[in-house]
């Protein structure tokens, strides 16, 4: 019964990566396939048949170890599949929708996912949306219009070498991005782990820049700092402490995790003190979320 359970997964895995090779634009051929019965180890990998791609093994940490698909030719690497579904990355081509989402990765070292993620509104509507902890809703890119999202006054102006299409199904609510070849761009969208969407895209170079973002204003992403943190977009690191209290996972913190760990009480209250309270109330701006309502 476990050789036979072994047999499974073992076919489980090999049509996954025949899948998204595929999907990825890649010929199944001699060179660019894992057999099965095969192994793939240590710095080992097959590269898509028209050499775009990548897949084998990466640790963005150090230790930890991932199986995921890169760009090939790209000196940075920039990984655009973790084997354990969800993903982070979309790419031109790919018809995006329905129940699928983008996950987070928990932060720039660590690809688990994280606490945001992007989808198509589960309402129905017919737009996209950000959430964090699979709760809270925090930016939308307004309904689809026929030509452009409500939200993205932008997309009027796209190069007229972009097609962004959306559309309807039994199974939900779709959108894909192809480019005609003549447009000399690398482009991928990415949810990264601070809960902003980006599209990043190399032109006639090996450097990946940053054409577009949302939220406009990164404080915008609700939770970003996690319990008693302030934002601040001015800031080169957005989050800190209210005063008083000061991170409670410092490793985390300095990783950017700050929402998944946020801040802890230095000191005890002490509202009963005999010889007098230090404590204080300190005044804060707060920004309240779209659905906030009090009782």
């Known amino acids: 019964m476990e050789k036979r359970e072994k047999s499974w997964k073992t076919l489980f895995f090999a049509l996954t990566v025949f ?67 969800p993903v982070n990355t979309w790419l031109p081509g790919m018809r995006f929708g329905g129940q699928q989402k983008l996950v987070s990765w928990k932060n720039p070292m660590d690809p688990t996912p994280g606490l945001f993620s992007f989808r198509a509104d589960p309402s129905g509507a017919k737009q996209f949306v950000l959430t964090w902890n699979k709760s809270i809703q925090y930016w ?10 409500s939200k993205l006054l932008e997309m ?22 192809t480019l005609l ?22 032109i006639r170079g090996s450097k990946w820049n940053t054409f ?5 204003d990164a404080c915008a992403v609700y939770g ?15 989050c800190s402490c209210v005063e008083g209290f000061a991170p409670t996972d410092n490793g985390a913190w300095d990783s950017q995790d ?6 802890v009480r230095q000191s005890p209250l002490n509202c009963d003190a005999k010889n007098g309270s230090t404590d204080r109330f300190v005044d804060l701006n707060v920004t309240l ?7």
């Open 19 to 85: 899948s998204q090779l595929k999907s990825y634009g890649a010929a199944i051929d001699a060179g660019d396939t894992l057999s099965l019965g095969a192994s793939l180890t240590g710095t080992q990998t097959i590269i898509s048949q028209n050499g775009t791609f990548e897949l084998g093994f990466f640790s963005p940490n150090g230790s930890n170890w991932y199986i995921g698909i890169w760009y090939a030719k790209i000196p940075e690497k920039t990984i655009v599949w973790s084997f354990d579904n």
């Open 140 to 149: 939308e890119t307004g309904t689809w219009d026929g030509k452009i999202f």
């Open 156 to 177: 009027a102006n796209l190069d007229k070498g972009v097609h962004v299409r959306a559309e309807s199904r039994n199974s939900g609510f779709y959108t894909s991005i």
């Open 181 to 202: 070849p003549e447009i000399n761009v690398l482009p991928r969208f990415v949810l990264t782990n601070l809960g902003g969407l980006q599209i990043n895209a190399i």
């Open 212 to 216: 577009w973002s949302q939220p406009a």
């Open 224 to 238: 970003l700092c996690g319990a008693y943190g302030t934002c601040n977009s001015n800031n080169l690191h957005f």
């Open 258 to 263: 700050w929402g998944s760990s946020g801040c």
């Open 289 to 295: 979320p779209n659905d906030y309502t009090s009782s």
